[in-house]
């Protein structure tokens, strides 16, 4: 299923088809992500089309330079990235995609701290589990 996207601002539009929906829906400890704090799913890197913006994206790389992550230059908010795991995939945004919420019961957490280029393999750091708001620990 196709779904469209933005950033907050509105520059940035987009189209994409997810690997499998919300089911890939994670977040990772990385230095980066952790500031970052998105929930991120799964697309194939040619099934994410920009349709307006594409001049108003900017990317961040660091480290090997291998994952790049693109955002809004106007509002600042981070679109997709390039995955540094497999460059022919994307992390999207989930709050960017139209009516959805990154506010998922269960959203599993990737070792980004030991990645798995880095290392052997990917591993589950963990999994955050929200009960509501006022019970997340
Ligand atoms: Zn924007």
Known sequence: M???????????????????GLATARRCDCSFCAMRGAVAVSARRNDLTVTRGEDAL????????????????????YT???RRSNPDELGVNLACLKDQ?????????????????????????????????????
Request: aromatic fraction near 8%.
């Open 2 to 20: 196709k779904m469209s996207g933005a950033c907050h601002c509105g520059a940035v539009q987009f189209t994409v088809t997810l690997i499998d």
């Open 58 to 77: 900017t990317r961040y790389t660091f480290n090997t330079d291998t994952a790049q992550h693109f955002f809004c230059k106007h509002c600042g908010i």
């Open 101 to 137: 919420t990154p506010f998922l019961p269960v959203v599993q957490v990737r070792d980004g701290r030991n990645h798995p280029t880095d290392t052997s393999g990917a591993r589950l750091a963990g999994v955050l589990r929200f009960t509501n708001a006022g019970d997340a620990r």
């Open 80 to 82: 997709h990235h390039r």
